[in-house]
C-alpha cells in the first residue's frame, strides 16, 4: 500500500537548522510531484516548497533562500533542508505526492518547533 512517512522533526533554536525526508513506498515515485506543506497550531495548511518529476523546483516566498528540497528518486525519498530557522516556522510539516490531477498522498506529518 501507499505511504509517506516523514521525519526528522525536532525542537531546534531560532537560527538552526532541520533536515526532514519522508520516505515514499507503494507507488512510482520518480513519476510524482513531492511537495511539503506545513500547518501552525489554528492556521491553515500552507504550501511550502515543491519539486517536480523533472526535479523543477518551487519555494513559498517565506522559506525562499532558506530552505532547499531535493529527492533521491533512487531511495524513493524527498528531503527539506531548512536553515536559518524561526519560531514562524514551527509547525507540522506534511509531504504531499502528487500525479496529474486526481492522485494525490500524504504523510502523517512530522513536528518541528523553533525556539530558544
Known amino acids: 500500500q501507499v505511504q509517506l512517512v516523514e521525519s526528522g522533526g525536532g525542537l531546534v533554536q531560532p537560527g538552526g537548522s532541520l533536515r526532514l525526508s519522508c520516505a515514499a513506498s507503494g507507488f512510482t515515485f520518480s513519476m510524482y510531484a513531492m511537495t511539503w506543506y506545513r500547518q501552525a497550531p489554528g492556521k491553515e495548511r500552507e504550501f511550502v516548497a515543491t519539486i517536480t518529476s523533472g526535479s523543477v523546483t518551487v519555494y513559498a516566498d517565506s522559506v525562499k533562500g532558506r530552505f532547499t528540497i531535493s529527492r533521491d528518486n533512487r531511495e524513493n525519498t524527498v528531503y527539506l533542508q531548512m536553515n536559518s530557522l524561526k519560531p514562524e516556522d514551527t509547525a507540522v510539516y506534511y509531504c504531499?505526492?502528487?500525479?496529474?490531477?486526481?492522485?494525490?498522498?500524504w504523510g502523517q506529518g512530522t513536528q518541528v518547533t523553533v525556539s530558544s
Open positions: 504531499n505526492a502528487k500525479f496529474g490531477q486526481r492522485i494525490n498522498y
